[in-house]
């Protein structure tokens, strides 16, 4: 009977600047993060993905905006998949020299649950956790110089 259990990972990070135009440059991060759980016999493999990418635009020398999504696979048992994606968006504004104004849109996709399963070869972990649904909040900044 096999009970061998081990691990392996790979971690990656891309950064990427590109002018698309004149007047409008973009910033790509993206994070890769895959692991795979050897249980049991060698061809049992579970693989685990997680993914964040952070994407900054800035149209105009006094407007940015930063949108940041994360998405994460796990494979629970053969062929059963769990999977998470979460997306933030930021804008902010300066209409002049020390006042910022800004937008954020927390849970784009208004995701009530958190769910998380897992699969060790041992034993199976499951957790499921309410999350605050979408939310908009406006503010305003002045740096004083």
Known sequence: MYRKIGRFETNYQIDLFCAVCVFILLHFVLLEKITFRFIGPPHFVLPDLFEALRLYVYPLKKISMEID??????????????????????????????????????????????????????NYQYYSMPLRGREVLFSVKYELH
């Open 69 to 122: 999504c994360e998405y994460t696979s796990t494979e629970t048992e053969r062929g059963k998949y769990n999977r998470n994606t979460f997306v933030d968006f930021r804008m902010t504004y300066n209409p002049v020299n020390h006042i910022e104004l800004g937008l954020t849109l927390s849970n784009v996709f208004d995701r009530h649950e958190y769910v998380e399963a897992s699969f060790t070869g041992l």
